[in-house]
């Protein structure tokens, strides 16, 4: 059983930062593959970030391009706690934010593709 939890959420006006984590727990072999999604009001489940260390030592990270050069993905190690790193923020992040892990590559960003969720953590962003 894998278990996926997350924190940092919380409330910030436009252009600042939040970081979130993702500590990840259970049986899931030695690669994983971690990934943020958000989901707005009314919206779908969007793909935010993906990360994962597929030889182990190399880290490979994708963003969306709604974020790219704003967000930031990372992960203590082949199977730590993932990051999300968000700067410059826009009211348009706002969403809640979910991390979710596949085993053992991140070979897809679709959500139906990824088996482990977290909670949700609720990020809003004030212009």
């Known amino acids: 059983q894998v278990q996926l939890v997350e924190s940092g959420g919380g409330s910030v006006q436009a252009g600042g930062s939040l970081r979130l984590s993702c500590v990840v727990s259970?049986?899931?072999?030695?690669?994983?593959?971690m990934a943020w999604f958000r989901q707005a009001p009314g919206k779908g489940r969007e793909w935010v970030a993906t990360g994962s260390y597929p030889d182990g030592i190399t880290y490979y990270k994708y963003y969306a391009n709604s974020v790219k050069g704003r967000f930031t993905i990372s992960q203590d190690g082949a199977v730590g706690t993932a990051y999300l790193q968000m700067n410059s923020l826009k009211a348009e992040d706002t969403a809640t934010y979910y991390c979710a892990a596949r085993t053992p590559y991140c070979s897809t960003t679709l959500a139906e593709a990824f088996t482990y969720w977290g909670q949700g953590t609720q990020v809003t962003v004030s212009s």
């Open positions: 259970g049986d899931f072999g030695d690669r994983i593959c």
